[in-house]
C-alpha cells in the first residue's frame, strides 16, 4: 500500500471511529455550525446558521456575507433569510446568520462632529439623527451666508441646543459680481473646512471629548448593526490616535426625491463607481497631541506623517461605521451647489477627479451663460428643466445605467422612531 493510500485510509477511519471529529468535520463541510467567534469593536459574534436554516438566538442577528450586513433582533430563533431580515444585502452571494454573544466592554466614549455648511438640505433632520440615533454628543457647525441656520437652532429643544456650537462667518462669501457667486471654487472650499476642523478640535479639548469626525451637512455616520457611534469608537484599541470611516453613496428611487435622508434605502458600496470623493472621513481621537488635519477626510501628525489609524474597513465583518453621502440632493441642490461653483477655472475643472462634478460644472457654465435665451434654445442645449433633471437622474438615481444590483446594499433607519 503505498504511503498517500495509506494517510487516506487512516482519515476515513478516523470519521467513524472518533464521532465528535466526524461530526465536526461533516458540519463544517455543510453548514459551518463550528467557525470561530469574532470579535467587532467590544462586541463578540458567533456563528448560528448558514442561508436557509435556523439561527437560536436571543438578541442581535446579523445577516450577510464578508463586509455586506443587515441586522434584526431575535427571541430564541430567527430563520437565516431575505424574508426574516427584509433586504438582501448581498445580492446573488450565499449569506449566514451570526448572532451577539456577548460585549466584552461596556465603556462608551463620547463623539463629536463638526461641519461646513451652507444652505444646508436638511439640516434639521440631520441634527436630529445624530443626536438621538447616531448617539453623537455635539455638534459644531460653521455657516457660511445662511442666517436660516441660526434661527433653526434657536428652534430646536433647549437640551439639543446645548449640543450645538453654532460658528457664523463674519462676512459673506458672496461676490458683487451682477449673478452674486461666491468667491470660491472647488479648491477653496477645501482650505475653509480643514480651518474649522481644526477649530473644533480645540473646542473638543476643553469639552474633554473623546473623538471628533469631520462629515458634510449632507453625510450621515451609519451603523449597519445600529450601533451607537461611541460604543463603537470606545472599542478602538488606545495605541490607535485615528479611525478611518469609508463611505458609500446614496441612490435614490427618483430625479423627484425631496426628502432625501427620509427617502433613501439603498447605497451604491462600489466605489469604482461613485460619483464623488471615495476615500471615506476618520475620527481622530481628541486627545492626541500636535495633529492637525490633512485636508477634510485625515489627520497628520506635526510632521504631516501618518498616524496610528485603525481602518474599519478591515474589520471581521467589514466597516461597522460608513458614511453614507447624499450627494447633490435633491436636484434643486445640484442645481445651486454648481452654480456655486462656477468660479472654478477651466484649468481647475479639468484636474477635479470626479466626472461626475467636471460635467455638472461645465453643464450649469453652459447653462447659465444661456438663461437669456426662449425656451426652444435652452432645450436644444440640454438647459430646460426636464433636461436637466435627466441629466441628474442618470447620475444619481436608479436609473443610472452603471449601476447593477451588485453595486446596491440597503440601508435601514428607523426614522419614524427618532425625535
Known amino acids: ?65 464578508g463586509d455586506r450586513w443587515v441586522a434584526a433582533h431575535a427571541e430564541g430563533k430567527l430563520m437565516c433569510n431575505v424574508p426574516s431580515f427584509q433586504e438582501d444585502p448581498a445580492f446573488h452571494r450565499r449569506k449566514e446568520c451570526w448572532c451577539a454573544a456577548g460585549q466584552g466592554q461596556t465603556a462608551r466614549a463620547s463623539a463629536a462632529i463638526v461641519t461646513l455648511s451652507r444652505h444646508p438640505p436638511d439640516l434639521n433632520t440631520w441634527i436630529r439623527y445624530h443626536l438621538h440615533y447616531a448617539g453623537v454628543e455635539h455638534i459644531f457647525i460653521k455657516s457660511e451666508d445662511s442666517p436660516e441656520t441660526a434661527e433653526l437652532i434657536r428652534q430646536l429643544p433647549t437640551e439639543d441646543q446645548a449640543k450645538v456650537t453654532l460658528w ?51 453625510e450621515l455616520l451609519y451603523t449597519p448593526q445600529h450601533r451607537n457611534i461611541g460604543d463603537l469608537l470606545a472599542g478602538v484599541p488606545t495605541a490607535f490616535l485615528q479611525a478611518y470611516l469609508p463611505n458609500v453613496e446614496a441612490v435614490y428611487k427618483s430625479a423627484e426625491v425631496q426628502s432625501c435622508f427620509l427617502q433613501t434605502n439603498k447605497v451604491n458600496v ?12 476618520s475620527a481622530v481621537r481628541v486627545g492626541a497631541k500636535e495633529v492637525r488635519p490633512a485636508g477634510p477626510h485625515l489627520w497628520r501628525d506635526g510632521l504631516n506623517q501618518e498616524l496610528p489609524s485603525i481602518h ?26 454648481f452654480w456655486e461653483l462656477g468660479n472654478t477655472s477651466p484649468e481647475k475643472v479639468s484636474q477635479i477627479p470626479f466626472p461626475f462634478y467636471r460635467t455638472s460644472i461645465s453643464k450649469m457654465q453652459i447653462c447659465r451663460s444661456n438663461s437669456g435665451k426662449d425656451s426652444r434654445e435652452l432645450e436644444m442645449l440640454g438647459c430646460d428643466q426636464a433636461s436637466l433633471m435627466h441629466f441628474w437622474g442618470q447620475w444619481k438615481t436608479e436609473a443610472n445605467p452603471s449601476l447593477t444590483l451588485e453595486d446596491l446594499m440597503p440601508i435601514h433607519i428607523p426614522w419614524e422612531k427618532i425625535a
Open 312 to 337: 474599519m474597513d478591515q474589520e471581521p465583518f467589514g466597516p461597522p461605521i460608513v458614511v453614507v453621502h447624499y450627494e447633490s440632493c435633491p436636484f434643486s441642490r445640484w442645481q445651486d451647489k
Open 1 to 65: 500500500m503505498s504511503l498517500a493510500r495509506f494517510l487516506v485510509c487512516r482519515f476515513v477511519l478516523a470519521l467513524f471511529c472518533c464521532p465528535v471529529l466526524g461530526y465536526k468535520l461533516r458540519s463544517n463541510l455543510s453548514q459551518s455550525d463550528f467557525q470561530p467567534a469574532r470579535e467587532e469593536l467590544g462586541v463578540l459574534w458567533q456563528h448560528c446558521a448558514v442561508e436557509g436554516s435556523e439561527c437560536p438566538c436571543s438578541g442581535l442577528v446579523r445577516f450577510g456575507e
Open 270 to 281: 462600489n466605489r469604482y463607481k461613485f460619483q464623488s470623493y471615495a476615500n471615506g472621513k
Open 168 to 218: 457664523e462667518s463674519e462676512a459673506s462669501l458672496l461676490g458683487v459680481s451682477s449673478d452674486s457667486r461666491p468667491r470660491d471654487d472647488y479648491t477653496t472650499l477645501q482650505a475653509r473646512q480643514t480651518a474649522v476642523m481644526a477649530r473644533a478640535k480645540q473646542a473638543c479639548e476643553e469639552m474633554h471629548m473623546d473623538w471628533l469626525i469631520h462629515i458634510d451637512d449632507d
